[in-house]
């Protein structure tokens, strides 16, 4: 299940954040430590998942398991965090991977 977490966190880490600068309005971005003091305050949210991305940004998910909210914070290497997700109904799963050689 990690090869296939950290795959996915990677691939999506660097598609966000190649799309960090064509955001209209951009995302809410600052020092991480002021970003995940807000979401612990805000939304009792805590780290439940991270990677790194082939481009070295950290990619991690915050969620609430009280309320189900998440959020998804991207680390750039040059140390700016972005808020770059959010939402509801947040879940954790832990689904076996299918087998080699059949579909998914």
Do not use: W
């Amino acid at each position: 299940m990690r090869p296939l977490l950290f795959t996915l966190f990677s691939g999506f880490a660097a598609l966000l954040a190649a799309a960090l600068p064509a955001a209209a309005e951009g995302p809410a971005c600052g020092t991480r430590a002021e970003i995940v003091q807000q979401l612990e305050n805000r939304y009792a949210e805590s780290r439940h998942g991270m990677g790194i991305a082939s481009n070295d940004s950290v990619l991690e998910i915050f969620a609430s398991d009280a309320s189900g909210t998440f959020s998804v914070l991207v680390t750039l290497p040059s140390g700016q965090t972005c808020l770059i997700a959010s939402g509801n109904d947040y879940q954790s799963l832990a689904e076996p991977l299918p087998a080699k050689g059949k579909g998914a």
